[in-house]
């Protein structure tokens, strides 16, 4: 073997893909873009995905969705569930110059959840359980948020502890919902946050306890939870000043 081959085989390669995944999480959405191009214009349907996602949210790039519907439909033709899942999330919303088309939307979530995208599966949860776009059922719901939940999607850990709190689908255990909202507020959801300090609020399924309650309570109102607005004057005015103020400080210390 000639140290060319030698130095071919211990020098990795540049892999173009991995540096504009790097350059976004830094931050360098031009860099990785500049990247990304070449490699959806050959077909990469990763490429493709990421590139129709930038353009959808206007990240490094003008927000313009029909680009973004553009790049995300060929991603999603080549079956990448990424790709189909962005695009579901695009004609979900609509508007700005792409029609809203729900049907396919909700098709091309469970398309990706069933390629097992976690996102795609905590969506097709969500759509199952409101009903709207496709005929409501709450153990299907269930079924698609445990996959997600698996997967560590936090929103569906939350919505599993709703469904076992308002008996939806499965018994009521209000201790199995506390049990989740326990894992979905460590991961930081604001909405699994409100709903354990309503749980410490009035013991159900955890200790009674209003300094936790309020802790949670503040930590998800901090995060945009409206479901945490209607129990923080409770909570608070259930508690003396020092408990307020141990309340306060543990809302802002780092997740457990």
Known sequence: MGWLDRFRRAAPLPDPMEDALAAFRAGDCAT??????????????????????????GMGVPQDPPL????????????????????????????????????????????????????????????????????????????WAEKAAAQGVASSMTRIGMLYHHAMGVERDVAEAARWWTRAAALGDADGQAMLGAAHHLG?????DGVAALAWLLRAEAGGSALARPFV????????????????????????
């Open 68 to 143: 973004a519907l553009k790049w995300l439909s060929l991603s999603a033709e080549a079956g990448h569930p990424p790709g189909q899942r962005n695009l579901a999330a695009l004609l979900l919303r609509g508007g700005r110059g792409v029609e809203a088309d729900f049907t396919r939307a909700a098709d091309l979530y469970r398309s990706a959840a069933e390629a097992g995208d976690g996102l795609a599966q905590d969506m097709l949860s969500w759509m199952l359980l409101e009903g709207e776009v496709m005929p409501a059922d709450p153990a299907q719901a269930r079924e």
């Open 204 to 208: 159900a399924g955890v200790e009674k």
């Open 233 to 256: 004057p409770a909570v608070r005015a259930a508690l003396d000043p020092a408990g307020v103020a141990a309340a306060e400080r543990r809302a802002k210390e780092p997740l457990p």
């Open 32 to 57: 990785a873009l500049a990247l990304w191009e070449p490699l959806a214009r050959a077909g990469d349907a990763r490429a493709q995905a990421n590139i129709g996602a930038c353009f959808a949210e």
